[in-house]
């Protein structure tokens, strides 16, 4: 009990000096949740030298997702994934509309972050269905300012177990917003529902380059522990 009455002290101690996530003894192969955590880094050169088959990944991508919690269990993200000439035809879309929307003297150094995105293998679109929101609004009036950001919240779970499972499975991949300006384009183009609102992509493929070493904050600006 003596430790509960101290709640409000703020253990200042670094706790990374003095912890640290330890495989068993007799299994030093053994890869802990954290590792694979780990894993997960934004890779920005990609290729298309990927082992799996097209249908291993999108049962990947849909078990990933599948497996995220949501609000009142909403389910609101939707998955579109693109292969191949899908893929291609996706970037091309997003590089044609930057072309009509952003100065000249940096369109350049946009295409060229465009055609990288085009060499990866596959780009997954991260949606939220805005009817599966609004229904709720009006089942709850109470919460109904809460669901868009619960919304939001439910996507980024998704974009980050899709990330995940695709670094643990040896893939690379960098997270990209060039929504909403592609937005009306990629709905006519790919038949999207326009009660889906598009919230992110997540391009992927081989690592032809690992990212640079993380710089990390120290830990004492970023947490705090109470006991």
């Not at 997960?40 to 078990?63: D, M, N, P, T």
């Not at 000439?85 to 879309?93: C, P, T, V």
């Not at 960098?174 to 391009?203: G, K």
Request: aromatic share 12%; charged share 25%.
């Amino acid at each position: 009990m003596e430790l509960f009455n101290k709640i409000g002290h703020v253990l200042t101690a670094d706790l990374t000096k003095d912890f640290k996530f330890k495989r068993k003894p007799d299994d030093s192969t053994e890869i802990t949740f954290v590792d694979q955590l780990k894993k997960r880094r934004s890779i920005y050169k990609l290729g298309k030298k990927v082992h799996f088959s097209q249908a291993y990944i999108a049962e990947l991508i849909q078990e990933s997702v599948r497996s995220c919690p949501s609000a009142f269990n909403a389910q609101s993200t939707r998955i579109v994934v693109l292969f191949g000439e899908s893929h291609q035809q996706f970037w091309d879309i997003a590089k044609e509309a930057q072309k009509r929307n952003v100065p000249n003297a940096i369109f350049e150094s946009v295409e060229m972050k465009i055609d990288q995105c085009a060499h990866a293998f596959g780009t997954v679109l991260f949606y939220e269905d805005q009817e599966v929101i609004q229904q709720l609004q009006k089942k709850m009036p109470f919460n109904a300012a809460d669901f868009p950001v619960w919304s939001e919240q439910t996507s980024g779970m998704a974009q980050f177990a899709v990330w995940t499972s695709l670094a643990d499975s040896g893939m690379g991949a960098s997270l990209q917003h060039y929504n909403p300006l592609i937005d009306s384009a990629i709905a006519d183009h790919y038949s999207i529902a326009p009660h889906w609102l598009m919230r992110a992509q997540l391009v992927f493929g081989s690592i032809e380059e690992k990212a640079a070493e993380k710089e990390e904050q120290d830990d004492y600006d970023k947490f705090r522990v109470y006991a």
